[in-house]
């Protein structure tokens, strides 16, 4: 188009570019971030699980997009707190729980929000959230080598004590001899 309409037309087509580009970075984004991602609408049902959060729960996103978060994710008496967040409007920030994966149970970190749309309505609820399983288990085993260390200090210590008198005795023997 030609004059006035084709300047509409290229600046709605370039707009409309750019929208789809930012829509793919943020998609790109949550796709490739190495922490979890679970949103969920108002009523509570999956509507995005990126790939982490797909490796560190367990569950694909077949088995969890549409369906309620509560029967996916909320087995065996775990009150999720991004539940918590979309009934009650209480965020968490770097809350640390213990999750019942698909699997096994996992110690994870975990951070909600609500999501809004451009008018201030809620939307639904966001969770981000990160696996400490493996930091978890090295702070016990640091922890156990620490103790273990002072054992070993305490022990030597002992073994100290009851050699001094000992040293004493054998030199008293030696000049009864």
Known sequence: LKGEMGEISDSVNALSRALREAKTLNELIIENAADGVIAVDTDGCVTMINPAAEEITGYSQKESMGKPYENVFGGRG???????????GIDHVALEVDYPAKHQVIQISVSTSQMHN????????LVIFSDLTAKKEVQRRIERAERLATLGELMAGVAHEVRNPLTAISGFVQILK
């Open 78 to 88: 775990y009150r999720s707190p991004i539940l918590d967040t979309l009934e009650h």
């Open 118 to 125: 451009a008018q201030g309505e809620i939307i639904g609820a």
